[in-house]
């Protein structure tokens, strides 16, 4: 009977509250989610130095920020279409 005492303290089924405290306490990836976030803020503002963008016919004046957020923009949708493509061509398969 000791055996399987000490068994589910291992696997945390004893109600102490070291254990109760783990549980309700934040996530590491929620707490990794507001650094990333607060990290992506910073460096939004640090860069509001004025650049020239050229892309084909056009050229701009804008702040490095717009040209980092522009291209971020078109990271994420390049990422959907080639993961849509991607899941579209395996399905068929």
């Known amino acids: ?3 399987s005492n000490e068994t ?4 945390g089924h004893e109600g102490d509250e070291a254990g109760a405290a783990k549980r309700n306490g934040p996530k590491a990836s929620l707490i990794a989610f507001v650094v990333i976030i607060v990290l992506a803020v910073v460096f939004f503002f640090q860069n ?3 650049t020239t963008v050229k892309f084909l016919f056009f050229d701009s004046h804008t702040p490095v920020r717009t040209a ?5 923009v078109v990271g ?3 990422d959907r279409l080639i993961s849509f493509w991607w899941r579209r061509r395996n399905r068929d398969s």
């Open 1 to 3: 009977m000791m055996e």
């Open 8 to 11: 589910s303290k291992w696997r």
């Open 48 to 50: 509001s130095k004025q």
């Open 68 to 72: 980092i957020v522009v291209s971020v």
């Open 76 to 78: 994420v949708l390049l």
